[in-house]
């Protein structure tokens, strides 16, 4: 019998999982709710909603209709609007901006009701173990586990431009970073991008008393069209609305990915890369007129000195100029990449078929090592772009559980 040594705690029993599922953002808790209807048994680990909870600006709206920014629960029974309604907050499908920290409460009340046994411990390696998977944790905690439903979410997939990486972080950060942006009330910040999050942040920083600079390579700032429940037929039958919009390509994007993963992989690529494109949402267009806006403009170089960020901006005709701020904010969004998932074992990554450096999946968010399944942002390259907004989570979460479902059922 194996003693201890005296200091040393012995290492915690190894349980054997049928199905273990990393990430408690919306298509984590999703899946989770629906495994448990259908007496599945699994365990689901880590923070729940993090990334939004820690990640996104207070005072943000979604850029995604009311009806589209939900939880997925098997009987549809508990949605944001549900939440409103029981609440008495100001709601509508369509229309009316839904606020991130409404979504966020919701999300835990999802997971409350639904998820309510949510291990709150990172992931520090997943390896392959003959037909299983070992799963080590930062608490200790250790499993084995047939079946392993990676879903993450963005944090780990920012992209930084090339310029700014040498600047000493405390000058430099990324949207993805800030929650509280009352930190540069008075401060000059450059807000780089031309999308939502660049808008926002930038707006809202203004709104806090800071002073932001919007840079941009466009030379024009978009905005989304405010839609309406009432549409005339017209309108509904040659834009049909979805999840993700409307409109055809929008549509067929949202309600058949399974269509979408049989289209070839130049088409899938060009698709998410391009969809919809940089743009704010309707609400911010009069919000936003307030910010300051070098459009046009790209990083030429960076440089940090006596308590400053000095960048060297080059307009689309050539000419340069020096913007000075206090600090430099990259809303430059998410690159999806599998090898940045550091707890993957080297073995995993050797064996992982991918596309456009993402997992290969099958029309079930399989990859091609057999049990190890990837959803949410990371599976819009085989599923379409509909993975890359909470949206996605209902066909994720119905599709791959009655799979988990029939596996365990056969397998026990």
Not at 189 to 217: C, F, N, Q, W, Y
Not at 290 to 319: C, F, M, N, P
Not at 329 to 354: C, H, N, P
């Amino acid at each position: 019998m194996h003693t201890p040594q005296p200091g040393i705690s012995p290492p915690l029993p190894e349980e054997n999982v049928p199905v273990t599922i990393i990430g408690a953002g919306p298509y984590g808790l999703s899946l989770a709710a629906h495994l448990r209807e259908s007496g599945t048994k699994f365990r689901i680990f880590g923070s729940p909603m993090k990334s939004w909870l820690a990640n996104m600006p207070r005072g943000m709206c979604l850029k995604s209709t009311g009806y589209s920014s939900t939880l997925y629960d098997p009987k549809r029974a508990f949605t944001i609007g549900h939440y409103c309604a029981e609440r008495k907050i100001p709601y509508a499908d369509i229309g009316l901006p839904v606020k991130v920290e409404t979504f966020c409460q919701y999300a835990m009340a999802f997971k409350d009701r639904f998820v309510p046994d949510v291990h709150e411990a990172r992931l520090t390696e997943l390896s392959v173990a003959g037909d299983e998977f070992r799963l080590r944790f930062d608490d200790g905690t250790h499993i084995k586990s047939r079946h392993v439903i990676v879903g993450v979410g963005l944090e780990k997939f920012r992209r930084m431009p090339a310029e700014l990486t040498g600047c000493p972080t405390a000058f430099v950060s990324h949207s993805g970073e800030h929650t509280d942006l009352r930190r540069f009330r008075d401060a000059v910040v450059a807000v780089i991008g031309a999308g939502s999050s660049a808008i926002d942040m930038s707006t809202l920083i203004h709104e806090a008393g800071g002073k932001p600079v919007l840079v941009a390579r466009k030379q024009q700032i978009e905005f989304g069209i405010e839609e309406s429940l009432e549409r005339p037929l017209w309108d509904r039958v040659f834009r049909p609305m979805s999840g993700i919009g409307p409109g055809w390509t929008n549509y067929i994007c949202a309600n058949y990915p399974g269509v979408f993963r049989q289209l070839p992989d130049g088409v899938r690529q060009r698709t998410v890369n391009t969809f919809l494109g940089p743009s704010g949402g309707w609400f911010m267009k009069e919000r936003s007129k307030a910010v300051s806006r070098l459009l046009g403009h790209r990083i030429e170089a960076a440089d940090a000195r006596q308590g400053k960020v000095h960048l060297t901006l080059v307009s689309d005709s050539g000419d340069k100029q020096i913007l000075v701020a206090d600090h430099v904010i990259a809303a430059t969004g998410y690159k999806m990449d599998v090898e940045r998932l550091d707890f993957l074992s080297s073995d995993i990554l050797q064996r992982l078929k991918v596309v456009a450096s993402t997992p290969r999946l099958s029309g079930d968010f399989e990859s091609s090592i057999p049990g190890l399944f990837f959803i949410g942002p990371i599976s819009a390259m085989s599923l379409g772009p509909v993975m890359r907004f909470a949206a996605g989570a209902g066909f994720t979460a119905a599709r791959l559980s009655k799979l988990l479902a029939k596996r365990t059922a056969s397998q026990a």
